[in-house]
């Protein structure tokens, strides 16, 4: 039978709630306690202090005072009144000037002039001598820096008798860390009013704390983080309750107190020796590029796996993130702030930040600031995502090589790569939809106009247009006329390409249609696109018309210029034109562009919808017609003609072209390689050679590529790795193309891996160690391949041959890399868990789906392999 389980975050929980005192000192059986309600003193007869317990020299008093905690007496002789005690929020931000000021009058009016310090020396000692009990007397009092030091004496470390040992009178004021949170405060308090007799900050006190074992979860973001935020909040905002303190100094606190929370709580712990000087957090580059998880607090949870988050904690994180502008003016705050800010960037761009706002729905604090300062503060927390985006865009961090240096460049760069992403998946309107929102924001100064460059405007432009949104192409049209940006012939061309890859005949007809009558010539890119668009679209006649009509208006033209009309005495219009003034032919001439265009469409259409006679004999037409205009074939051509009669199946005509390629002194591309090795195992070139010989063989041929210049790319030799196993087996070869990859920087494509994986798990017995091999490539490499298939064959074949260990490894890995994985294989997961014995961690993988944790947001697949998951 299972016994109870409770997790890791709940277990941390109620360790730190248990009260650390082993050897109380309980009252005597023999002590009578008098149950009468407790007489107050005669303002005339002064309090007697002697050296007895508390509970002999006041026993009418001690079973209350064991109930409700000590009784705090005036210094100025008055009676017994009961302590006042903070509310849950208005410690966060009020000012306790008031309340500290009302005890202390008596002594400052003796004083000449008016200093706390010189006052607290002369102030007698509490009754008592019990160390909480002294503490709270002085903060009671005023006297923040006196108790301060009674607790650095009293409380020397986690065994010490204070905490081991204590006093009845202290029990109470240990209960629940009472007297400690009482000091924090305090001590927060007189940071924030810049008093200079406090020896303490926010960042010693919390220090000290966790040294002793005596923190508690809600010193740090309710009691700590959320008062210092407030205070620069209050700071920024210049409110009615402006902290004494400088905004410098205030941030730099903030940024202390946050250093220290990574440094006790967050993944790399060790001994609490010193205040670390440097931030406990991992690197940019070991951050992962994709969280599976949208939540930024769940993104941060994963750093400070000791504390459970809070909507608090994530408003202090976030806000912080807001006023970097302002931890950016000053040096010091730059250095201080530039790691936090780093990794926190790389948490927001594209988080969501809803939980969040709970914070701010519900704290009375925030409800006290301005409305339009919470009004401001929101906006900046809702756009906080966005700003992490492009701070990551201009930086060029997602780049590579292609970072140019240029903030602008490289963030419209960037935007245009999130773009495309979106589009390719066909089925994320919305996501494409907040991608406008947010470059709509990003490129709008406050104030100001949107500034969208008009390369961007084309790209939303032809991707609604794929996804079946032609309203929202409209919509993101009207906002280019409003902000000035004339449309162009390449807001055009975007149009027409985004109805060719939807499949939408009619409506690439009709935007061909307007884009001439509103005067616009079209140019070679256009009529590529216009030729490509129909012939894809499997229009393959009218895309021959529109080949002929690209022609005849060039040749219609050039007949115009060069043979003009004369006219008459009594005609109107110039005559006969000088040479040198001559129009220009403004129709483009047809080019091998446009050429490569309609080949490459006709090589595309599958084979099933046109025969491959037919597809050769249009091929012909075109080859004809490009004859009339002068124009030469160059690499791209051969390739697709190459390609067209490999899959028609004519070898020997393939090679033909490749041998006319040659003769025309045309040099194959990469693309023209990657064929003809196909080719060569098609051909069967490999048979009849041994394995060792075949190794030989390949590795020659690449390497006879290079030395003729070319730049192998994975693709090819992703091609030559699957056939190599595929036909024959032959894995000695594959590895040694993989280390021929490896010493040319070069990372095997997923389709390698995907084909290596499934090769190893079939074998007799499965390889696994070249399986563990592989993984361990796969998370250590540079540039991870996503293909989520390769990940599911790992999983699936882990969980077929009973590797439970390394499957929940790789599963781990998964979530922390960001991979997803598909239903088949967390179904195999679970199986595999379950035929373990393992019935709690199957139930958790479950539980985790269902409830949308590291695996649910992105299962794939689709609703056919949820329900089957949801069956087993």
Request: proline share 6%; net charge positive; with cysteine.
């Amino acid at each position: 039978m299972l016994g109870s389980y409770v997790c890791r975050q709940c277990r941390a929980r109620l360790s730190r709630r248990a009260v650390p005192i082993r050897t109380p000192r309980w009252q005597s059986r023999a002590t009578f306690l008098s149950l009468r309600n407790p007489k107050p003193q005669d303002d005339a007869e002064p309090t007697k202090t002697t050296e007895q317990s508390p509970i002999q020299s006041q026993p009418e008093a001690a079973t209350d005072e064991y109930r409700h905690g000590p009784r705090i007496q005036h210094m100025s002789g008055g009676g017994p009144q009961r302590e006042r005690r903070a509310g849950r929020y208005s410690r966060l931000v009020d000012d306790s000037t008031e309340s500290e000021t009302q005890t202390l009058p008596t002594y400052l009016e003796n004083t000449e002039n008016g200093n706390i310090e010189n006052v607290q020396d002369k102030l007698p000692l509490e009754a008592g001598d019990s160390p909480a009990q002294s503490i709270d007397a002085a903060l009671n009092s005023g006297r923040v820096g006196h108790a301060w030091s009674l607790f650095e004496k009293n409380y020397t470390s986690r065994d010490c008798e204070a905490l081991t040992d204590p006093a009845l009178g202290d029990l109470p004021l240990l209960n629940n860390g009472k007297v400690f949170m009482h000091l924090l405060n305090s001590v927060n308090a007189a940071f924030c009013k810049g008093q200079t007799n406090v020896a303490a900050t926010p960042t010693l006190a919390l220090f000290k704390y966790e040294q002793l074992g005596v923190a508690r979860p809600e010193y740090w973001a309710r009691q700590t983080l959320s008062y210092l935020t407030y205070q620069a909040i209050q700071a920024v905002n210049a409110t009615p309750k402006k902290p004494q303190r400088d905004l410098p100094s205030l941030l730099s606190e903030l940024l202390s107190v946050w250093q220290l929370f990574f440094q006790c709580l967050g993944r790399n712990t060790g001994p609490l020796e010193t205040v670390s000087t440097e931030w406990q957090l991992p690197s940019s580059d070991a951050l992962p590029e994709m969280y599976e998880s949208k939540g930024f607090s769940m993104r941060l949870q994963e750093y400070h796996p000791r504390y459970i988050g809070n909507p608090t904690l994530g408003f202090c994180a976030v806000y912080l993130y807001t006023i970097s502008d302002a931890l950016n003016s000053i040096d010091s705050l730059r250095q201080q702030a530039a790691p936090f800010l780093q990794f926190l960037h790389r948490l927001l761009a594209g988080s969501y930040v809803n939980p969040v706002f709970k914070h701010t729905e519900q704290s009375k604090v925030f409800h006290g600031l301005p409305v339009e300062v919470q009004k401001q503060i929101r906006k900046e927390i809702d756009g906080a995502p966005l700003k992490a985006m492009a701070m990551i865009g201009s930086k060029g961090e997602t780049l590579g090589p292609e970072d140019t240096g240029d903030a602008a460049a490289n963030l419209e760069a960037f935007n245009l790569k999130r773009i495309a992403r979106a589009v390719e998946s066909l089925a994320s309107a919305p996501m494409l939809d907040n991608l406008w929102k947010g470059v709509e924001e990003a490129y709008t100064p406050q104030g100001q106009k949107a500034a969208i460059p008009p390369r961007i405007y084309n790209a939303f432009l032809s991707g609604f247009m794929v996804l079946s949104q032609p309203q929202r192409s409209v919509d993101v049209w009207n906002h280019m006329i409003a902000h000035g940006i004339k449309p162009d012939l390449l807001s055009w061309v975007a149009l027409l390409n985004g109805c060719a890859k939807a499949k939408d005949l009619n409506g690439f007809n009709a935007m061909w249609t307007r884009m001439l009558n509103t005067g616009v010539e079209p140019d070679n890119y256009a009529w590529t696109t216009r030729v490509n668009g129909l012939i894809a679209l499997r229009q393959v006649n009218q895309g021959l018309v529109a080949l002929d009509d690209m022609g005849k208006r060039w040749l219609s033209a050039e007949n115009v210029i060069n043979n003009p009309q004369t006219h008459g005495k009594n005609r109107k219009g110039p005559g006969n034109l000088p040479k040198s003034s001559k129009a220009v032919n403004k129709c483009p001439k047809p080019s091998i562009e446009v050429v490569n265009g309609a080949i490459s469409a006709l090589v595309q259409i599958r084979p099933g919808s046109m025969r491959d006679d037919k597809r050769i004999e249009f091929v012909q037409k075109i080859l004809l017609w490009a004859r009339n205009f002068d124009i030469k074939p160059n690499a791209i051509t051969y390739n697709s003609l190459i390609q067209l009669y490999l899959r028609a199946g004519d070898q020997g005509t393939a090679f033909k072209i490749l041998q006319q390629m040659e003769n025309d002194g045309i040099e194959g591309d990469i693309a023209t390689h990657t064929m003809i090795i196909t080719a060569a195992f098609q051909n069967h070139s490999f048979d009849t050679l041994s394995p060792a010989a075949q190794t030989d063989r390949i590795i020659s041929l690449f390497s006879d590529l290079e030395a003729g210049g070319m730049k192998l790319n994975d693709y090819v030799y992703s091609t030559a790795i699957d056939r190599l196993l595929k036909q024959y087996g032959n894995h000695d070869a594959v590895r040694a193309l993989i280390d021929h990859m490896s010493a040319r920087n070069l990372v095997p494509s997923a389709h390698a891996y995907t084909s290596l994986i499934t090769y190893y798990f079939q074998q007799s017995p499965p390889a696994i160690p070249a399986v563990d091999s592989l993984v361990l490539q796969m998370f250590t490499s540079h540039r991870m391949p996503s293909d989520r298939i390769m990940f599911d064959r790992v999983l699936e074949g882990y969980a077929q041959h009973n590797e439970v260990g390394k499957m929940m490894s790789v599963l781990t890995k998964m979530s922390k890399h960001g991979k997803l994985p598909g239903w088949g294989a967390l179904t195999a997961v679970v199986k595999a868990l379950v035929m373990d014995g393992d019935v709690e961690r199957a139930r958790a993988v479950v539980r985790d789906v269902e409830r949308g944790g590291r695996c649910a947001g992105g299962v794939q697949g689709v609703g056919l392999g949820r329900g089957r998951f949801s069956r087993r």
